[in-house]
């Protein structure tokens, strides 16, 4: 049986985050990443199929629990970011149009 060494595993799994990072900022409706319920749960559903990935490889012993919890919080951080950056630019637009 071959083994997998923790930098793999933890490399795969950031490689996973990154695709759900691509994933939300290749959308062109910023307006629909802000209001669309669809599209939220596209990204919930693929942030619990990261989060049971990363469970999964914990359980297995392939990384540590507090290594598999940074890159979500990290995943999570840079979400917010993101999300908050396509609110200030919706605000900014809607303030626009009002004036």
């Given at each position: 049986?071959?083994?997998?060494?923790?930098?793999?595993?933890?490399?795969?799994l950031?490689?996973?985050a990154?695709?759900?990072?691509?994933?939300?900022?290749?959308?062109?409706?910023?307006?629909?990443?802000?209001?669309?319920?669809?599209?939220?749960?596209?990204?919930?559903?693929?942030?619990y199929?990261?989060?049971?990935?990363?469970?999964?490889?914990?359980?297995?012993?392939?990384?540590?629990?507090?290594?598999?919890?940074?890159?979500?919080?990290?995943?999570?951080?840079?979400?917010?970011?993101?999300?908050?950056?396509?609110?200030?630019?919706?605000?900014?637009?809607?303030?626009?149009?009002?004036?």
């Amino acid at each position: 049986m071959a083994s997998i060494s923790p930098e793999l595993a933890l490399d795969l799994l950031y490689q996973e985050a990154d695709r759900i990072k691509m994933l939300i900022k290749n959308q062109q409706n910023q307006f629909c990443i802000s209001q669309c319920k669809a599209f939220e749960e596209v990204v919930d559903t693929q942030m619990y199929g990261l989060s049971r990935q990363v469970s999964f490889s914990v359980r297995l012993g392939v990384i540590s629990e507090e290594e598999g919890q940074q890159l979500l919080s990290d995943l999570e951080h840079d979400l917010n970011q993101y999300y908050n950056e396509i609110y200030e630019k919706n605000k900014a637009i809607e303030n626009g149009k009002e004036v």
